[in-house]
């Protein structure tokens, strides 16, 4: 059984900084990638950022480039997501996924699992 175990979200201020990890046990993605979505209310969940498991390769969308860094700890099995400058449209429950395959690293859909998701606000 896989698990994916989200924690570091809460309530911030216009530019500080967060830092949500995501602890992955049950398998191996050792062909696959993890990745880090978002969802604010009434939108799309939407990547904000994934790396590539077997060469450490990570996309970032635009919208947080130069922004969040995903970071991974092999021997902890955990990814981090270190996102600073917050702005109040960063706001949003944040959701750790894995995969087992390879294909597009942003493509919500090709993710098999999935964490509880931790909630990101940020104030004005």
């Known amino acids: 059984q896989v698990q994916l175990v989200e924690s570091g979200g809460g309530l911030v201020q216009a530019g500080d900084s967060l830092r949500l990890s995501c602890a992955a046990s049950g398998r191996s993605f050792f062909n696959g990638a993890m990745g880090w979505f978002r969802q604010a209310p009434g939108k799309e969940r939407e990547f904000v950022g994934g790396?590539?498991?077997?060469?450490?390769?990570?996309y970032y969308p635009d919208s947080v480039k130069g922004r969040f860094t995903i970071s991974r700890d092999n021997a902890k099995n955990t990814v981090y997501l270190q996102m600073n400058s917050l702005k109040p449209e960063d706001t949003a429950v944040y959701y750790c996924?894995?995969?087992?395959?390879?294909?597009?690293?942003?493509?919500?859909?090709?993710?098999?699992?999935w964490g509880q998701g931790t909630q990101v606000t940020v104030s004005s």
């Open positions: 790396i590539w498991w077997i060469n450490g390769v990570i």
């Open positions: 996924a894995a995969r087992t395959k390879t294909g597009t690293i942003y493509v919500r859909s090709e993710y098999e699992y």
